[in-house]
């Protein structure tokens, strides 16, 4: 590649990455703008921790990652500067077994709710993360813990997607490209979690 290609090349680049973080942060923005659903949840949370409860997550390829991350910090530790016992949560997408087992035997529509029904419990928190509210498998959860007194809450992207219906509590993403809406998800789960952490300790 000539010289000027690559410095033109470059110069693309650097513009797309600052294009990116831009967005990203504009994003956020508009979220931090309505903390409303934000301190409902964290209320519904709350409230289950109190009561006995866990807080339960699902979702699929990066959001089955960031279930297992914010389930990760409730049960170890989310900072270290704060001394406190191990709180209850899980991710329905941790077992292999059982998620290939349901989605064998009940197909992937029953891969997390399967699960759910046998380890829910009335007044546990779901939440269903899912970039495009469309997730089937997500949708199915979130049924599920609405038959079963479970609260729901939905880390959501686009137009929230048939999710947002089946969801108490939701934050929507009002973006189209997955790889936004999943850095603004786990910054929502981390200021959940933040906040839950500052009320169950403080």
């Known amino acids: 590649m000539r010289g000027d290609a690559k410095i033109l090349n470059h110069e693309t ?11 990203s942060a504009a994003l956020k923005l508009e ?34 990652a960031d279930a297992q991350h914010l389930a990760t ?4 530790r989310l900072r270290g500067a704060v ?13 292999t ?18 699960p759910l029904r ?7 928190v779901l939440f269903g993360i899912t970039t495009s509210g469309r997730s089937v498998n997500v949708l199915h959860a979130l049924q599920a813990a609405r038959e079963m ?4 809450v939905g880390f959501l992207g686009g137009d929230g997607g048939a999710a947002l219906p089946l969801c108490d509590f939701a934050v929507v993403v009002p973006d189209s490209e997955t790889a ?6 786990i910054t929502l789960g981390h200021a959940v979690l933040t906040l839950l952490e500052d009320r169950l300790v403080g």
Do not use: Y
Not at 83 to 95: H, K, N, Q, Y
Not at 118 to 124: F, V, Y
């Open 13 to 23: 680049e650097a513009a797309r990455f600052a294009a990116m973080l831009r967005r």
């Open 31 to 64: 979220l931090a703008a309505n903390a409303a659903p934000v301190l409902d949840i964290v209320g519904a949370c709350e409230r289950a921790i109190r009561s006995g409860g866990k807080l339960i997550f699902c979702g699929n390829g990066g959001s089955a």
């Open 73 to 76: 910090e409730l049960v170890i």
């Open 83 to 95: 001394a406190r016992e191990s709180w209850p949560a899980m991710t329905l997408a941790m077992d």
């Open 97 to 114: 077994s059982a998620v290939t087992a349901a989605v064998n035997d009940f197909g992937v529509e029953e891969m997390f709710a399967r």
């Open 118 to 124: 046998g380890l829910g419990r009335a007044g546990d």
């Open 149 to 152: 007194g479970i609260v729901t």
């Open 180 to 185: 936004r809406i999943q850095e603004c998800h």
